[in-house]
């Protein structure tokens, strides 16, 4: 029988999911100032889970509280209280709903403004033209700065499994820590961790390993991973597929494919070399190509909002189908597709000469979506200029709070 975006999938560890739409990962900046979930976390992905996706996959969940994607975000570390994160994973598993916690280190993607650490592979600053002022140069990392970072990973997935999460996903893509180990751009080590790609890998791998042994069989390992950085001299798709042909043995359930980072943000559709990404689905041909190796599912995740597009990457023989800013706007697309193959919803595209503020007006829009939501707001259409200014402010009272979190807990 042929699969379609409604039929179930059994992944290899033995998790099934309903179907083959994923709520794929997105920071909602809504933790609180202990930065734990609350009842604004619940009342988001109670949406979701109503909405009829398969799997949830959630925000990234910071292994460091002093190492912070942005303001307003969770942290889950060795002394964490877990009652907020039981009643999230609740929340999430309504309606025969699986979710996994997306986990993270920003590695040098930490705004200055933010504080705390800034370290990496190496000690290569981010390239923004005009806006790289907004990030610090980071330290390469020590030998035991490395060790504290795989067992903090160990850690996070082993207090989501007690949380009653169904799985982790490593976050690997997107030029975060661990795509920062494996991109030579900013991995210039040349110790263990640095010069060929298995040793680019080792830390990935490494943290894999480490938390398969420390989680039980039915608990699910994925990794999220750049198909390309799509920037000249950076991770590439040959080096994607042997990092998928290192992860084959090690029990993993799913590999999500997308690619880009903070100076190359192509998981929005723009890249920093002279390659075009597809219009929708833009990874999907990197996808099918990572399939060709690949022993364990793969999704893809990326421009797909439409039914037929989804429809289309299933068809391709990828598993599964990642959604972000298609589910933030429109949290019950599943249930309205069974319904209604034809519905769309609008993502906001402004097409300003200055590329980063679009990507910031992208984000800031698809944000106030998911603030709205938490409240148990109506939907109503937002625009960028407006969300830009609201997420502005809003960032910078969270990040006023978060430096007293910072400075009480040092
Ligand atoms: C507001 C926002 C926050 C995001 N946060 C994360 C994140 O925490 N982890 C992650 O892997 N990707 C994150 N992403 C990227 C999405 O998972 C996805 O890869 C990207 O948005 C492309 O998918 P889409 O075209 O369906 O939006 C985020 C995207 C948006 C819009």
Known sequence: MTSNVFSSITLPN????????????????????????????VNLYSKWAQGGV??????????????????????????TELEGFKRWSESAKQNDTRVWMQINHPGRQVFKK???????????????????????TPRAMTEEEIQDVIQRFITTAKKAHQAGFDGVEV??????????FLSPLTNQRNDQWGGSLENRARLLLDIVRGIR??????????????????QRGGFDLEDAKNVVSMLNPLGVDLIEISGGNYEAPAMQG????DRTLAREAYFLEFAKDIATVSQVPVMSTGGISRHETAEKVIAAGVDLAGIA???AICPELPNLWQRNSGFTPEIPRPAWKDKTMSSLAVMSTIRRYLNR?????????????TSLIFDQFRAAKLVRRYRRTLAQAS
Not at 72 to 79: D, I, M, R, S, T
Not at 374 to 382: D, M, R, T
């Open 14 to 41: 033995g998790q099934q999911i309903k179907n083959r739409l994923v709520k794929a990962a997105m920071e909602e900046n809504l933790g609180n100032r202990s930065l734990v979930p609350d009842g604004r976390l």
């Open 54 to 79: 398969g799997l949830i996959i959630t925000g990234n969940v910071m292994v460091d509280r002093f190492a912070m994607t942005g303001p307003g975000g969770v942290a889950l570390e060795a002394n």
């Open 114 to 136: 933010m504080g705390g650490k800034a370290l990496s592979a190496s000690a290569v600053p981010l390239d923004l033209g005009k806006h790289s002022g907004l990030f610090d």
């Open 171 to 180: 976050h690997a893509a997107h030029g975060y820590l661990l795509n920062q």
């Open 213 to 230: 042994k420390s989680v039980p069989e039915s608990f699910a390992v994925a990794v999220k991973l750049n198909s390309a950085d799509f």
């Open 270 to 273: 723009r890249t920093a070399d």
């Open 325 to 327: 800013s298609a589910l």
């Open 373 to 385: 939501w938490s409240q148990n707001k109506h939907h109503k259409s937002l625009d960028p200029l």
